[in-house]
């Protein structure tokens, strides 16, 4: 009670800090499992310039697998809060007990990828067989043991809806310390535990995913009481499941969209193996700065939506004010960082024939941070505000629509020896920015009819 309490009084303002500060944590730390990774494999004696390659063309698996873990959890968190809002606890033990189904079915598609499609995954971007090896190997462990993120992602939902995000970053913490602790021990082998290479990576990964999960189901038990547990609440509804990815389902396409733009530019670099290496590890570094945006997005989500079902127009528009400046601020910072700190960066992973490109891709990418992080909260209010249509757009503008057909010109101009690479990594600011104009358009339109004719 105290907590709906919290979602329905606190000023919107400092709702959004307690909220925010956990959940950007939380993502902060989620992004840390791929830089911290990359960095140690990077690291090895034997192989590591082969393995930091391998580890870029899994990414987009990896990705895609939090995505509609994440988006199955979006859905969920929007429309529990909603519920919650609304007083209808019989409903919400529904939406919570549905989103753990899904979570096991979503499972069983990781593992059967995992035991048989892994290879030609990584063999349609690579013909070097060291770097095929590796890939295979770690990818195939992270599909199998994928249990961890999936659930993960739907319990730290759970536990935000209710305004529990502190618990939620308990969890982060935890996983990503025993990543962390695991990661040099299994892969350069010390004391009794052999050398894995990337294997160890892998394994030291899933390792922290599952505690993570299993910390943050005793969480949702004994913390979330709004509603009742228990297996019965698990029977597939499919009126609750189709309100679930009405919302979650954009949320879905915008998060697997990343994974096949990676997948797409991984292609399109294919003719540079040192510039495809140092987009890879870049890529882990933007990730780290936009999820401080996605964490974010995470509470505004929530207090908008609750907002909505208490049909307060105020703390409706407070949400949508603090969540824009908010998300500003944060990406100013993480521009600040990325423009000055590229060559730390570049150490920190042993770039190696790649720390050039790496270099050139930090300075210019990192201008479009701005712009995408304005263009995730507005995917965040659009998601609270049924708006679902609108958060899908501003995806496909940013991660199909624009970017590809615009990296490939650019490809095509540099390998004609007309240009650098460098010429590529503009793609990406511009591509923000025009979907940042077209986010405005959008705040606007669902303004006028989700919030102000609200009686």
């Known amino acids: 009670?105290?907590?709906?309490?919290?979602?329905?009084?606190?000023?919107?303002?400092?709702?959004?800090?307690?909220?925010?500060?956990?959940?950007?944590?939380?993502?902060?730390?989620?992004?840390?499992?791929?830089?911290?990774?990359?960095?140690?494999?990077?690291?090895?004696?034997?192989?590591?310039?082969?393995a930091l390659n391998a580890l870029t063309l899994v990414f987009p698996v990896q990705m895609l697998m939090v995505a509609v873990g994440i988006g199955t959890g979006v859905g969920t968190n929007a429309l529990l809060a909603r519920t919650l809002g609304q007083g209808n606890s019989k409903k919400a033990a529904k939406v919570a007990g549905n989103s753990l189904f899904l979570g096991a079915i979503i499972y069983v598609f990781c593992l059967l990828f995992g035991i048989w499609g892994v290879k030609a995954y990584i063999s349609s971007q690579t013909i070097d067989r060291e770097v095929l090896t590796m890939g295979v190997s770690y990818l195939r462990i992270c599909c199998v043991f994928s249990l961890?993120?999936?659930?993960?992602?739907?319990?730290?939902?759970?536990?935000?809806?209710?305004?529990?995000?502190?618990?939620?970053?308990?969890?982060?913490?935890?996983?990503?310390?025993?990543?962390?602790?695991?990661?040099?021990?299994?892969?350069?082998?010390?004391?009794?535990?052999?050398?894995?290479?990337v294997k160890g990576a892998a394994y030291a990964?899933?390792?922290?995913?599952?505690?993570?999960?299993?910390?943050?189901?005793?969480?949702?038990?004994?913390?979330?009481?709004?509603?009742?547990?228990?297996?019965?609440?698990?029977?597939?509804?499919?009126?609750?499941?189709?309100?679930?990815?009405?919302?979650?389902?954009?949320?879905?396409?915008?998060?697997?969209?990343?994974?096949?733009?990676?997948?797409?530019?991984?292609?399109?670099?294919?003719?540079?193996?040192?510039?495809?290496?140092?987009?890879?590890?870049?890529?882990?570094?933007?990730?780290?700065?936009?999820?401080?945006?996605f964490g974010l997005r995470d509470a505004i989500t929530p207090i908008i939506a609750f907002a909505y079902g208490m049909h307060s127009k105020k703390r409706i528009r407070d949400g949508i004010r603090y969540g824009l400046i908010d998300t500003a601020v944060l990406m100013v910072i993480g521009m600040a960082i990325t423009e000055l700190f590229p060559g730390a960066f570049a150490t920190l992973f042993n770039a190696g024939q790649s720390r050039i490109y790496f270099i050139e891709a930090m300075r210019i990418i990192s201008l479009s941070f701005i712009f995408a992080g304005i263009n995730v909260a507005y995917q965040g209010i659009y998601q609270a505000l049924n708006g679902g249509l609108e958060s899908l757009v501003?995806?496909?503008?940013?991660?199909?629509?624009?970017?590809?057909?615009?990296?490939?010109?650019?490809?095509?101009?540099?390998?004609?020896?007309?240009?650098?690479?460098?010429?590529?990594?503009?793609?990406?600011?511009?591509?923000?920015?025009?979907?940042?104009?077209?986010?405005?358009?959008?705040?606007?339109?669902?303004?006028?009819?989700?919030?102000?004719?609200?009686?």
């Open 1 to 50: 009670m105290a907590e709906r309490n919290k979602m329905k009084d606190m000023p919107v303002n400092k709702l959004m800090v307690q909220m925010g500060i956990p959940m950007i944590l939380s993502m902060a730390l989620q992004a840390v499992y791929n830089i911290v990774d990359s960095a140690f494999v990077g690291n090895m004696k034997v192989g590591s310039e082969a």
């Open 148 to 197: 961890g993120i999936v659930f993960f992602s739907l319990f730290e939902k759970l536990l935000q809806a209710t305004g529990r995000s502190l618990y939620s970053t308990i969890g982060q913490v935890t996983g990503a310390v025993i990543n962390i602790i695991l990661d040099p021990i299994m892969i350069y082998g010390i004391g009794p535990v052999p050398e894995m290479g």
């Open 205 to 293: 990964t899933v390792i922290g995913q599952i505690v993570s999960a299993v910390l943050l189901f005793v969480f949702h038990v004994t913390l979330n009481k709004e509603f009742a547990h228990g297996v019965s609440y698990m029977k597939p509804d499919a009126a609750i499941i189709k309100e679930i990815y009405a919302i979650g389902l954009p949320a879905i396409i915008a998060q697997a969209l990343m994974s096949v733009m990676v997948y797409v530019m991984n292609l399109i670099l294919k003719f540079n193996p040192a510039a495809q290496t140092a987009y890879g590890l870049f890529y882990k570094v933007q990730q780290f700065v936009l999820f401080l945006a």
């Open 394 to 455: 501003i995806s496909l503008l940013r991660q199909l629509v624009i970017i590809l057909p615009l990296a490939g010109i650019f490809s095509v101009i540099v390998k004609n020896g007309q240009a650098d690479v460098s010429l590529i990594w503009w793609a990406f600011p511009i591509t923000e920015l025009i979907a940042c104009l077209a986010g405005y358009v959008f705040l606007k339109r669902i303004r006028k009819t989700k919030v102000d004719s609200l009686k």
